[in-house]
T-cell receptor, first 111, second 114 residues
Framework: QKEVEQNSGPLSVPEGAIASLNCTYSDRGSQSFFWYRQYSGKSPELIMFIYSNGDKEDGRFTAQLNKASQYVSLLIRDSQPSDSATYLCAVNGPGRRALTFGSGTRLQVQP | KAGVTQTPRYLIKTRGQQVTLSCSPISGHRSVSWYQQTPGQGLQFLFEYFSETQRNKGNFPGRFSGRQFSNSRSEMNVSTLELGDSALYLC?????????????FGNGTRLTVT
C-alpha cells in the first residue's frame, strides 16, 4: 500500500463546475497535509495546507481533512480552464523523514 | 520576496560524468530539501538540510550527495551519472519547523543523461 494515494485521473469537469480531488494516506500519525498544483513542465506550487480536522477555505479552494477516515480532499469551485493541471497531495507528521507526495491527479477543465 | 532559485535550468551530461546543482532558498528559510521527479516514480525525496546539517535522507544511493552553506544556499551533487538519473531535480525551501512547514519549490533543473 502506498503511503499517499491519489487517483491518477484524468478528472474531467466542465467549466464552472466543482472539481473534487481526493487523497488517502496510510500513517495515522500524520499531522500536516498539503495540496500542490503542477502545470505541465513546471514545478509544484503550494495551494493550501491544513492541519486540523474539518474544512479550510481560501478563495475558490477548500481543503477538507478527516483524520478518522485518513483522507484529505480539495474542492475547486467555479473551475476554470486555467485550473487544468496535476494536483499533488503531500503528507507529513512525526517520525517522517520528509513530505511524502502522492502521484497526483490530473484535472482537465473543459471550456 | 524572491522565490527559490535553482541553477542551471537545463543540463545535458554523459553517463559516468558528475554534476552539481545549485539552490538559493527564500530569504529567511533555513531548510532546503531536494526531490527527484520522474514520470514513473513521481516526486521522490533525496535529502533535507537545516542549518548546514543533513537532517533527513531518502533512499538514494551514495552517488547522490548534498551540502548547505552558512547562508542557507545548497548544492546537490550526483557522481558517476547513470541514464536513470535523467529527471527533474527540484529544490524546495521552508522555514524549517520539521514536518509542518510548507515547502516552496524552485523551477527545477532538468537533467538529461545520455
Amino acid at each position: 500500500q502506498k503511503e499517499v494515494e491519489q487517483n491518477s485521473g484524468p478528472l474531467s469537469v466542465p467549466e464552472g463546475a466543482i472539481a473534487s480531488l481526493n487523497c488517502t494516506y496510510s500513517d495515522r500519525g500524520s499531522q500536516s497535509f498539503f495540496w500542490y498544483r503542477q502545470y505541465s513542465g513546471k514545478s509544484p506550487e503550494l495551494i493550501m495546507f491544513i492541519y486540523s480536522n474539518g474544512d479550510k477555505e481560501d478563495g475558490r479552494f477548500t481543503a477538507q481533512l478527516n483524520k478518522a477516515s485518513q483522507y484529505v480532499s480539495l474542492l475547486i469551485r467555479d473551475s476554470q480552464p486555467s485550473d487544468s493541471a496535476t494536483y499533488l497531495c503531500a503528507v507529513n507528521g512525526p517520525g517522517r523523514r520528509a513530505l511524502t507526495f502522492g502521484s497526483g491527479t490530473r484535472l482537465q477543465v473543459q471550456p | 520576496k524572491a522565490g527559490v532559485t535553482q541553477t542551471p535550468r537545463y543540463l545535458i551530461k554523459t553517463r559516468g560524468q558528475q554534476v552539481t546543482l545549485s539552490c538559493s532558498p527564500i530569504s529567511g528559510h533555513r531548510s532546503v530539501s531536494w526531490y527527484q521527479q520522474t514520470p514513473g516514480q513521481g516526486l521522490q525525496f533525496l535529502f533535507e538540510y537545516f542549518s548546514e546539517t543533513q537532517r533527513n535522507k531518502g533512499n538514494f544511493p551514495g552517488r547522490f550527495s548534498g551540502r548547505q552553506f552558512s547562508n542557507s544556499r545548497s548544492e546537490m551533487n550526483v557522481s558517476t551519472l547513470e541514464l536513470g538519473d535523467s529527471a527533474l531535480y527540484l529544490c524546495a525551501s521552508s522555514l524549517g519547523q520539521e514536518g509542518n512547514s510548507p515547502l516552496h519549490f524552485g523551477n527545477g533543473t532538468r537533467l538529461t543523461v545520455t
